[in-house]
């Protein structure tokens, strides 16, 4: 039980039940299901049933030009099946910012679930109809549904949390990714879809979240910023920020939101060109490309012809699989457990710390795998902690900082960038890393140690940390590296021309009024301290 001086309350103080209301549960859950855990589920659905889409691809072919295709174009297609998913996410998060703006955060994640069903009926018929065109668009189509709900459902979420666990909830995109994952791997068994006549069920159950998230979320509420930013609609922001933090009293998030209020939102090229979010584009840039070129997706992508070089059979596979998902689950809980109590920063870093060293030994037991029985499970090993040590950090806290970082109005192209970054860095490593494989061999996941190098080197410079802090703290904290003022700094946020003589002459006498401090003489020095704080408040 819970007491005032139990030394392991910070296990789950995140998910304390006066922080996390039963709408907020259920809208996290929601939103995930339809949303992340698609995405992890279309990563790995490929894996299992790969020699009878080939297969299938062959037979296709035969039928079509009555001759068999030969093993290059085989290997082309399969390729292209594996990678364009990468593509269609890409365009998925192109059209995120225009998507996310009209139809709100809520809305667009219900919305997208049209892709989702119309790439599941396409991918589950085509055996049927004899066309592996189907299977192809099928996967291009997912792709934009991923690619969408890994925007929008960050955004969501970081929008519908109170900043005390805005990182445990924000971890929840990091746990149904991997639930995914595990899902689409038990599911291929051949005991259940793995086989030659039940493959394409596989594909056709991924209606089935996206029906459980139109069942749900349309009761909930919308985002309270969208409905204030956006619609104007202070009554109806008011209702979702008491739905989502299960109190009657919201006068503090309302007049912390409204600071934000009446301010455009920033294009792609406009966030590009503030010179006061920089840093904070840099980092976000940075570490969604180690998010990919780290190495995880090699495993989750060629998780079969990395087990066969460890030596293990190939009927054992499937099930030896299943363990680096189970693995990936408890170490994203674990880290949703974790996040409010240690921090962004220790995580991150320290993730890509512990990938660098198992990398390092991976390469060594593969390299020398024949000289000793024990060292293929030594590899299994290696392959574990490397996935536990992605998931306890670099898995979801880069998510999670492209909320943080960035005023309501950047939010959506901020995560257009991210989202770019993460799809072609993950349509990189599909489609480069089986040539890197053949080309170096053992010495292959040297390349990803290099990468988890450098991508924590970064971020110990960098990086600060981020746990409960507002936005204008965040934003205080690379203000010195953006070489900003503080009154820069936050003018900075509002458009030109809502800055006419008369409100800069008003905003200044406020602030000499918020500056005076009574009965005390105050220095020159201190004075203007006082005044650049009140400016930055009043601003903010």
Not at 398 to 421: D, N
Request: aromatic share 12%; charged share 15%; with cysteine.
């Amino acid at each position: 039980m819970k007491g005032q001086n139990n030394p392991y309350d910070w296990l789950w103080s995140p998910f304390c039940f006066r922080d996390w209301s039963g709408s907020l549960i259920i809208a996290s859950l929601a939103g995930a299901f339809g949303s992340s855990f698609l995405y992890g589920y279309n990563l790995s659905v490929v894996n299992a049933p790969t020699v009878y889409i080939k297969r299938f691809y062959n037979e296709s072919w035969e039928r079509r030009y009555s001759r068999v295709i030969d093993e290059g174009t085989l290997t082309l297609l399969w390729s292209i099946t594996v990678s364009i998913f990468s593509i269609g996410g890409l365009v998925g998060a192109i059209i995120t910012t225009p998507i996310v703006k009209f139809f709100g955060r809520k809305h667009t994640l219900l919305v997208n679930n049209v892709f989702a069903v119309v790439a599941a009926l396409l991918m589950a018929l085509c055996q049927l109809a004899g066309s592996f065109e189907m299977l192809l668009l099928g996967r291009i189509v997912m792709g934009i549904d991923a690619g969408v709900s890994l925007s929008a459902l960050p955004i969501y979420l970081s929008e519908i949390s109170p900043k005390e666990i805005r990182g445990s909830l924000g971890q929840v995109t990091a746990i149904f990714i991997c639930i995914g994952v595990f899902t689409a791997q038990v599911l291929g068994l051949p005991e259940i879809f793995g086989n030659e006549s039940r493959w394409p069920y596989l594909f056709g159950v991924i209606v089935v979240p996206s029906l459980i998230q139109v069942g749900i979320l349309p009761f909930l509420p919308e985002s309270p910023h969208y409905l204030l930013h956006e619609k104007n609609d202070k009554s109806g922001a008011e209702k979702a920020f008491q739905t989502f933090f299960g109190k009657d009293d919201v006068s503090h998030e309302l007049e912390e939101s409204e600071t934000q209020r009446n301010v455009k939102l920033e294009s792609v090229l406009q966030l590009l060109r503030n010179r006061s979010v920089r840093w904070q584009i840099s980092t976000v840039i940075i570490t969604m490309a180690c998010y990919q070129l780290c190495g995880l997706n090699a495993i989750w992508y060629y998780t079969s012809s990395i087990f066969s070089e460890a030596g293990i059979s190939h009927k054992l596979i499937p099930y030896v699989t299943l363990s680096t998902s189970t693995v990936e689950i408890l170490s994203a809980v674990s880290s949703g457990l974790a996040v409010e109590r240690l921090g962004r920063r220790p995580l991150l870093i320290g993730g890509f710390g512990l990938m660098i060293i198992f990398f390092a030994i991976l390469t060594v037991s593969l390299t020398f795998q024949n000289h000793a029985y024990w060292l293929p499970y030594l590899s299994i090993f290696c392959i574990l902690a490397i996935i536990a040590s992605f998931c306890i950090g670099p898995g979801g806290i880069p998510f999670i900082l492209t909320g943080e970082f960035f005023q309501q109005s950047q939010k959506p192209a901020a995560f257009m960038i991210a989202g770019t970054v993460n799809w072609v860095s993950n349509f990189s490593v599909g489609l480069l890393f089986p040539f890197i494989q053949a080309g170096l061999r053992t010495f292959c996941f040297l390349v990803f140690a290099v990468i988890c190098l450098a991508g924590a080197t970064y971020l110990f410079f960098v990086l600060p940390e981020t746990k409960n802090k507002t936005i204008n703290e965040i934003s205080q904290a690379f203000a010195k590296m953006n070489k900003v003022t503080l009154e820069g700094r936050e003018m900075s946020q509002f458009p030109p021309e809502r800055k006419s003589n008369e409100e800069q002459e008003h905003n200044f006498s406020s602030t000499l009024e918020n500056a005076a401090v009574p009965h005390q003489t105050l220095s020159r020095s201190h004075c203007l301290q006082k005044m650049e704080t009140a400016i930055c408040f009043h601003n903010y």
